[in-house]
């Protein structure tokens, strides 16, 4: 049989493997390692660009860092400490709790930049109480699964890390990109939730309380401080990516173990309503000691050993399709529609489609070497493209057939899949309205840039302008 026959029949047998039901890194490894001996590369190739990606990329090391940030927040208490502000402000309207998730994920976005772990967390806190309030229980699963979306948006973000390191662009320009286009998804998806729930009568009202919010808000003070921390140092540059992510790992590790023996002495009550509570007491989270530190670090040991083989085996993805002329097929479709926004919406269509079926990560590092430049040839920004194609991406996590945070929700939660796929829909529009908008306002991504219209009017306002 020729070559092409070859690769025919071995991606309609990953494809068939992969609707059985087969993880995603073996499906692409599989699909690798049969086109590597199709196309009679060495297989030692493989594990050169796997050593490759890690050695040449430092920018990479501040994704485990970033994950563990995630856990701990989420150990220490923090994390409820954010859902319990973000109910206080929006408690008091229709749907308050779900709104108060969707807050709730983008402040903890804001810290742990992963997807899954924002749909983890926010899901197994924040569902029971979302039942129990009166709640469809899909509904409540889906709200943490769109809400999840945002934790590739927010900076930090680890998807960012990795498009900034292979398209070779400042991260630190991407993080800041993406925080309105962020911003814009929460309200978006804020405001479904109230639409839902409005129509439905969802939800137990709590009144707006001023002393509730300022007690929530003291409650939540470290959240606070590390979201300022990472944002403060990437943006001003003290820190890079990297660096950010190291400095908020130790700031976590201490305020951990510092709280924990403050918080046993007092006897802190987390089930208390807020107003019984003490002042003092909002002050102190949970934290941890230091014999839970192995086990937090493990568990982000284990999503990072998920995380880590599947960029690498997708950077040797790209490299094979690369050579089956897979790249100049592509280029050459988008060349042929001519024009900004036609291969703008073409590239957006590729991308979204990709996302029905495979993770952010490999989309990422397969798609973006080739629509990148092609994007970038027609006048599309790339700091702009490169918040478009992610919010694309990010989409494809409540996007059927494969929609990852779908099945991370699902599990958390106990709803089955296909149940909560109702509820995500509405979110999954609201989502695209805003992706289109981000897509047709490039000044959305670049407002907080140095060259942007923001930034402009503070530097202006503050004695930046002309010497």
Same mark, same amino acid.
């Given at each position: 049989m020729d070559v092409s026959t070859l690769i025919t029949l071995i991606s309609i047998g990953v494809t068939v493997l992969f609707m059985l039901g087969m993880p995603v890194f073996l499906v692409i490894s599989y699909w690798v390692l049969g086109t590597s001996f199709v196309l009679g590369q060495r297989l030692d190739n493989i594990g050169t660009a796997l050593s490759?990606?890690?050695t040449d990329g430092f920018a990479l090391l501040a994704m485990p860092l970033f994950i563990l940030t995630g856990d701990l927040i989420n150990r220490a208490g923090i994390a409820r400490r954010l859902s319990d502000f973000a109910y206080a402000c929006l408690?008091?309207? $229709?749907g308050g709790l779900a709104m108060a998730a969707i807050g709730a994920s983008g402040l903890f976005a804001a810290i742990s930049g992963s997807n899954s772990a924002t749909t983890a967390t926010i899901g197994s806190m924040l569902h029971p109480e979302m039942v129990k309030g009166g709640y469809d229980p899909r509904f409540s699963a889906a709200t943490a699964a769109a809400g999840g979306t945002v934790g590739i948006i927010i900076p930090p973000s680890i998807i960012f890390i990795v498009y900034g390191f292979i398209m070779n662009l400042s991260i630190n320009d991407l993080f800041i990109a993406g925080i309105v286009p962020g911003a814009l998804m929460v309200l978006a998806m804020i405001l479904t939730a109230f639409i839902v729930s409005t !129509? *439905?009568?969802?939800?137990?009202? !709590?009144?707006?309380?001023?002393?509730? @919010?300022l007690k929530t808000a003291l409650g939540g003070w470290l959240g606070f401080f590390a979201i300022g921390l990472v944002l403060w140092g990437?943006?001003?540059?003290?820190? %890079?990516?990297?660096? +950010?992510?190291? @400095?908020? @790992?130790?700031?976590?590790v201490i305020v951990g173990f510092i709280c924990l023996p403050i918080y046993r002495m007092m006897h802190i009550d987390?089930? +208390?309503?807020? *107003?019984?509570?003490?002042? %003092?007491?909002?002050?102190? @989270?949970?934290?941890?000691?230091? $014999?839970e530190l192995p086990s937090i670090t493990m568990r982000s040991a284990q999503i990072t050993g998920i995380l880590a083989p599947l960029i690498a085996i997708s950077v040797v993805m790209q490299q094979n399709l690369s050579s089956l002329g897979a790249k100049e097929l592509l280029e050459n479709f988008l060349i042929s529609m001519g024009g900004y926004y036609p291969v703008l919406f073409t590239a957006m269509g590729i991308v979204f489609v990709a996302g029905m079926v495979l993770e952010s990560l490999p989309v990422t590092i397969i798609l973006a070497? !080739?629509?990148a430049p092609i994007a970038a040839g027609v006048g599309v920004d790339p700091i702009q493209f490169a918040v478009v194609f992610l919010v694309g991406a990010s989409i494809g996590f409540i996007t059927p057939p494969y929609g990852l945070n779908l099945y991370v929700a699902s599990g958390v939660t106990g709803v089955p899949y296909f149940?909560?796929?109702?509820? %995500?829909?509405?979110? =999954?529009f609201a989502l695209i309205i805003?992706?289109?908008?981000? +897509?047709? !306002?490039?000044?959305? %991504?670049?407002? =907080?840039?140095p060259d942007g219209f923001i930034y402009e009017s503070l530097n202006g306002l503050f004695g930046g302008g002309d010497t």
């Open positions: 490759d990606v890690f408690g008091w309207l $229709r !129509i *439905n009568g969802w939800g137990y009202l !709590i009144k707006l309380d001023p002393k509730r @919010v990437i943006y001003t540059g003290k820190f %890079s990516p990297t660096e +950010a992510a190291g @400095v908020t @790992v130790g700031f976590c987390e089930e +208390a309503d807020i *107003n019984v509570r003490g002042w %003092s007491e909002m002050v102190v @989270v949970r934290g941890f000691g230091p $014999r070497p !080739i629509l149940r909560l796929l109702r509820y %995500s829909t509405m979110y =999954l805003v992706w289109f908008a981000v +897509a047709l !306002i490039p000044e959305l %991504s670049k407002t =907080l840039l």
